[in-house]
């Protein structure tokens, strides 16, 4: 299974970007889905939750501000991201908790990480 990350880029402070992860491989079924980020020096911190049904969680400091959302015909995960601050600015990385097709329970994997930049 591999999940693949995109969208992340460089934006000013109150501007918008869009984050997108698509999973492949042996996928039997994709559970929860997360967006976690890391800011340089600083530990990685979840920011958003999907559960398959489509329920939501948000960190305190994004509400409002990001929304996360999934497509479960497309194996995929967004995080639309506006009115961005330089607090923002942090490597996003997507998870999910997939069970693959004959491989024992469901495990999390890791996408690769995409930079967001936010300028004040």
């Known amino acids: 299974v591999q999940l693949q990350a995109s969208g992340g880029g460089s934006v000013q402070t109150g501007g918008s970007l869009r984050l997108s992860c698509v999973a492949s491989g042996n996928i039997g079924e994709i559970r929860d889905m997360y967006w976690y980020r890391q800011a340089l020096g600083k530990q990685r911190q979840q920011v958003a939750r999907i559960s398959a049904e489509g329920n939501t969680n948000y960190r305190d400091s994004v509400k409002g501000r990001f929304t996360i959302s999934r497509d479960s015909a497309e194996n995929a995960q967004y995080l639309q991201m506006d009115n961005l601050k330089p607090e923002d600015t942090a490597i996003y990385f997507c998870?999910?908790?997939?069970?693959?097709?004959?491989?024992?329970?469901?495990?999390?994997?890791w996408g690769q990480g995409t930079q967001v930049t936010v300028s004040s």
């Open positions: 998870n999910a908790l997939i069970r693959r097709v004959g491989v024992g329970p469901a495990e999390f994997f």
